[in-house]
């Protein structure tokens, strides 16, 4: 049994990743982290971690924590991971994903887009109720031509 694996390759076999070449990239990125006892280091690819050490995984908006359990360089069964990896993400992590999951769709600016279905629908109840409103007095202009002739 190996006593150090490649980082981007154990992350790959426990399925956080769907590609080892995405692995990579969030390594080259800055986006996995090991944490060791001198403080959290950026992992590069090639990084050989050993068991017990704690991996961060930053995906926005959370960052998912990992134990490793046991090492392995080949992709596993998804009911064999538990047996290599202990998931220790912190609860409020998950909380921030059922906010977001609550509050909709905000990772698009407002105003910034395609108006979404129901957007639309709101600007159109909005417009019909503007134009098709049963009193047409608010559109009609009180004047008469006299108004408009100068008085000399």
Excluded: H
Excluded at 5 to 10: N, T
Excluded at 23 to 34: E, M
Excluded at 56 to 74: D, G, H, M, Q
Excluded at 119 to 148: H, N, P, V
């Amino acid at each position: 049994m190996k006593t150090e694996v490649r980082i981007d390759k154990w992350l790959w076999a426990m399925r956080i990743f769907k590609t080892r070449t995405v692995a990579t990239d969030s390594c080259k990125k800055g986006r996995v982290t090991l944490r060791t006892p001198g403080g959290e280091v950026v992992a590069k690819p090639s990084r050989m971690i050993k068991i017990d050490d704690v991996i961060n995984v930053r995906k926005p908006p959370i960052t998912y924590s990992f134990r490793v359990k046991a090492l392995t360089e080949n992709r596993l069964g998804a009911k064999l991971v538990p047996d290599y990896m202990e998931n220790i993400t912190p609860k409020e992590q998950y909380d921030m994903l059922d906010v977001i999951r609550i509050s909709g769709f905000i990772d698009r600016r407002k105003g910034l887009g395609r108006p979404t279905k129901r957007e639309g629908r709101d600007l159109a109840k909005f417009t019909d109720d503007i134009y098709t409103s049963g009193d047409d007095s608010d559109w009609a202009f009180d004047f008469d031509e006299d108004d408009f002739i100068d008085n000399l």
